[in-house]
């Protein structure tokens, strides 16, 4: 495809036209065409679209198996998945580790790359390989060899526009190599960094590729960062892509934003907050989408759909989640803890009487649960690994076996007081008066150090005992030696047994 143009010669009368030599070889090659077509659409026409929705809608959705989950809503992607963005607990999951082609969604990974290496104001320069390693009939805008944007205008054209020479530029630009397998390297690296356990990325704007591949989970974990980017998900929803003429763009690029969800569109959402759509033949519909309603965000992936249900599955996941779960604070809703089989001692007061708590329960963190559910229905597990410094450990939540969330256990801070708000620990061991803090608050104290602090201090004070017995016993033998003397001389001292106390001057 590279170099598809190669045998055309032109003419001032016949626009384009093939040189002799080939037209033998152009004959033959439409003859092999003509041959294969006969046989290429008995396999293309085994599922026609609509047979293809239904086959996938047929397809089991694994989170409907959890006992007293909401039943999700039935979709015609083949893989699809709904997380809450903060949590990551999961509410929706339909083949979520099944690896697909993601199409032009690869672009999230790419223009989030893009803000992490580079200036706004950078300017980047197509080169070659980036025009001409772009199929003509792939999403662009049309730029040419030397002319230049800055990296701004870049993103606005991938995201807006799904460029994918303007894909190709910034991969170059950053790697410094139009060898794409090189910047291939860095969103591998970047994937894995994000959580993504079932990807390949082999070029930076999802131009087929059989090497090139991904999941719906591993997209909810890019879209997570993607979609913490204000600047990156305003971007995604701009209905227009202008970029002005200037020294190095000779023309005025002017294109419109084809995604069908943003507002204004057909299938616009109100509480959409980003979105990245994907097509392929072989990836079919793809669409990575954030949205946010009354301080619940979550995000959606749905991958090889069918148009335009990859805009109507998307919408219906959304309002699934929206309506059937709900944040749960948990620090203002913990009342026991179990801590069977743990290194941790548990108390529901404060075990050192006035003494201020040694740790308590991030205020911040919440869980994510059904609306039907109680937060006395959960189990949690204790890990004592955190990523935050400031964490001494995390309590991770599951209902019926599925992860819902987790809350940090952090060293208590000189704030935390019985006025200090939800969370803080009674340094009195009462509770707090106000509604919130009924529940009682909860002291952890890791027993393993407190047991080896009071074993360390007792075998000190056996070996000051030992040592007192000893110098006791040396002192006093002189005594019972006079004593001896003074009956009379009847018992004879063969050898001494010690210094007497002559020896001393007395």
């Known amino acids: 495809m590279k170099y598809i143009f190669k045998d055309f010669i032109y003419s001032e009368t016949n626009k384009y036209s093939l040189n002799p030599p080939y037209r033998i070889k152009a004959a033959l090659l439409c003859a092999f065409f003509l041959l294969i077509s006969h046989s290429l659409p008995v396999a293309a026409a085994q599922l026609t679209p609509d047979e293809t929705l239904e086959a996938h809608r047929a397809m089991e959705v694994q989170t409907n198996q959890i006992s007293n989950w909401p039943t999700g809503p039935v979709v015609g992607a083949e893989s699809a998945i709904l997380i809450e963005a903060e949590t990551g607990a999961i509410l929706y999951a339909k083949n979520i580790h099944q690896q697909e082609y993601p199409a032009s969604t690869t672009k999230i990974l790419t223009s989030l790359i893009v803000t992490e290496q580079c200036a706004m104001d950078e300017m980047v320069t197509f080169s ?288 935390d007081s019985p006025s200090a708000g939800p969370g803080a620990l009674d340094t009195s061991g009462k509770s707090d008066s106000s509604e919130a803090q009924k529940a009682t608050r909860i002291l952890y104290v890791n027993i393993v150090n407190v047991l080896a602090a009071i074993a360390v201090v007792c075998v000190l004070l056996l070996i000051a005992l030992l040592v007192k017995a000893v110098l006791r016993n040396y002192s006093f033998a002189p005594r019972h030696a006079s004593l001896s003397r003074r009956e009379g001389g009847k018992h004879q001292w063969r050898k001494k047994e010690g210094p007497s106390f002559k020896d001393f001057g007395f």
């Open 128 to 415: 070659h390989d980036a025009v001409f390693d772009t199929p003509w009939d792939s999403s662009h805008i049309a730029m040419d060899v030397g002319q230049a944007l800055t990296v701004e205008q870049c993103l606005n054209a991938i995201l807006i526009r799904s460029a994918n020479e303007v894909s190709y530029a910034v991969a170059e630009h950053i790697s410094g190599t139009s060898d794409w397998s090189v910047f291939a390297e860095t969103m591998n690296r970047r994937a894995e960094e994000l959580g993504c356990l079932n990807s390949h990325f082999a070029n930076p704007n999802g131009l087929p590729d059989e090497n090139h591949y991904t999941t719906a989970y591993d997209l909810a974990m890019i879209g997570r960062a993607f979609f913490s980017n204000e600047m990156l998900c305003k971007i995604s929803l701009t209905r227009r892509l202008d970029i002005p003429a200037s020294d190095t763009l000779p023309h005025r690029k002017l294109e419109l934003n084809n995604m069908a969800i943003i507002p204004g569109g057909q299938y616009a959402y109100e509480y959409l907050v980003g979105c990245k759509t994907g097509y392929t033949a072989s990836a079919r519909y793809c669409l990575v989408s954030c949205a946010e309603k009354n301080g619940m965000r979550l995000i959606c992936v749905v991958m090889r759909d069918e148009h335009p249900y990859q805009y109507l599955d998307t919408i219906s996941l959304f309002e699934y989640g929206f309506n059937n779960f709900e944040k749960v604070n948990v620090s203002q809703t913990e009342t026991k803890y179990n801590m069977d089989d743990m290194e941790l001692f548990y108390s529901g007061n404060d075990i050192f009487g006035n003494s201020k708590p040694l740790l308590s329960l991030n205020r911040e963190d919440f869980i994510v649960l059904p609306g039907t559910a109680s937060f006395k229905d959960t189990e949690s597990a204790v890990t004592y690994t955190s990523e935050k410094e400031e964490e001494a450990a995390r309590i991770t939540y599951f209902y019926h076996g599925a992860e819902i969330g987790s809350v940090g256990v952090s060293f208590a801070s000189p704030d």
